[in-house]
């Protein structure tokens, strides 16, 4: 093997002391790049380049490249990263939704509520299973944990909102509500429902998420009273 090949090869390879400069540099760059994104505080950008970090840094133990970026951008920068990956979107839909590819999102046809997704005029994304959320399961592992209690407090915020609701009224609006409401209100119950589903799943060994039973009750009540909105032919 000439020279020039076995730099190259040592180069692919990546040299943990830093003995090769090329990998050094790709490091160096896509650290710029994270730093660029923390500033601009643009959740999607930060997850690329922290995936781009651990491509390049594939033989490190698991967590220590979050010690090392904190070393090099502060401390603020890791949770700012686990944030963006708490808060990254399901690439399938639209905040765990898609319109109905029935009736195009209007919750009817031929003027009488749509068969498929029951006049919502949206049905659930399957691959994040409605929660909106790109699934955790393909995430970096040293990232779960620390997302999964992220995501915990994101929902008990919205269980709370949920449970602040007056139901009596509530109810009412959603019998009386328009397609564009219609659509709204059942993409966040449709959420909603999705959330307390792929967290309570893992919940399960550390307790219910508190509320949630509760919140489940009245998610598929307002469902219900939109899905009534809708005329059916009978
Ligand atoms: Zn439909
Ligand atoms: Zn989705």
């Not at 690439?91 to 590819?101: A, K, L, Q, S, V």
């Not at 995430?139 to 997302?147: C, G, I, N, T, W």
Request: hydrophobic share 40%; net charge positive.
């Amino acid at each position: 093997m000439c020279a020039i090949e076995s730099n190259l090869s040592e180069a692919r390879r990546g040299d943990p002391a830093g003995g090769t400069e090329a990998p050094k540099r790709h490091f160096e760059l896509a650290l710029a790049e994270l730093a660029d994104a923390l500033v601009a505080g643009k959740t999607e950008p930060i997850c690329a380049a922290y995936l781009t970090l651990r491509r390049l840094e594939h033989g490190i133990e698991p967590g220590a490249l979050l010690g090392r970026i904190e070393r090099a951008l502060g401390d603020q920068a890791p949770a700012a990263i686990l944030s963006a990956f708490s808060r990254r979107h399901c690439f399938m839909c639209d905040r765990g939704t898609n319109p109905c590819h029935t009736c195009e999102g209007t919750g009817l046809v031929d003027r009488f509520r749509c068969p498929n997704c029951e006049g919502l005029g949206v049905e659930a994304c399957m691959f994040c299973l409605s929660s909106g959320w790109s699934p955790l399961e393909d995430m970096p592992e040293e990232l779960r944990p620390a997302v999964r209690r992220l995501r915990t407090a994101q929902l008990r915020k919205e269980l709370d909102r949920l449970a602040a609701l007056p139901m009596d009224r509530a109810l009412a609006s959603a019998r009386k509500a328009g397609p564009e409401k219609r659509r709204d209100l059942a993409t966040w119950l449709l959420r909603l429902l999705g959330r307390v589903n792929v967290l309570g799943n893992r919940q399960a060994e550390r307790g219910p998420l508190p509320g949630a039973e509760e919140a489940t009750r009245r998610a598929n009540q307002l469902l219900g009273a939109l899905r009534e909105s809708v005329p059916t032919q009978e």
